[in-house]
């Protein structure tokens, strides 16, 4: 839900392998914004009370490979207690900041 929302809208990347239904697949989701730091799109994610990391995640490496050095991405990673309302929540406010 998370990965084809965030896919779904305009100017948001989404960093991964497209296939999905390996059990080698996480939660975790990597994405930025065109045309915007991942620190400012951060920051307005946390006004929102939406938390996520930024940046490198100790992996500058994995960031030249996909080609995100030297900013890095966003990393959202939704827990057990993440409802689908907090996801579409979430995916909202993606789409509210994309649109700035």
């Known amino acids: 839900m998370l990965v084809d929302g965030l896919k779904d809208l305009p100017g948001v990347v989404v960093y991964g392998h497209s296939d999905r239904s390996g059990a080698a697949y996480l939660a975790t989701v990597a994405f930025n ?24 995640h100790c992996a500058p490496a994995a960031h030249r ?8 991405a966003l990393r959202a ?24």
Do not use: H, W
């Open 33 to 56: 914004i065109e045309g915007r730091l991942p620190s400012e799109v951060g920051y307005e994610l946390n006004k929102r009370a939406m938390y996520v990391r930024i940046g490198l």
């Open 65 to 72: 490979t996909v080609g995100t050095f030297p900013n890095g």
């Open 77 to 100: 990673s939704p827990g057990y207690f993440t409802s689908d309302d907090d996801i579409r929540a979430f995916i909202e406010a993606v789409r509210d900041i994309a649109g700035e």
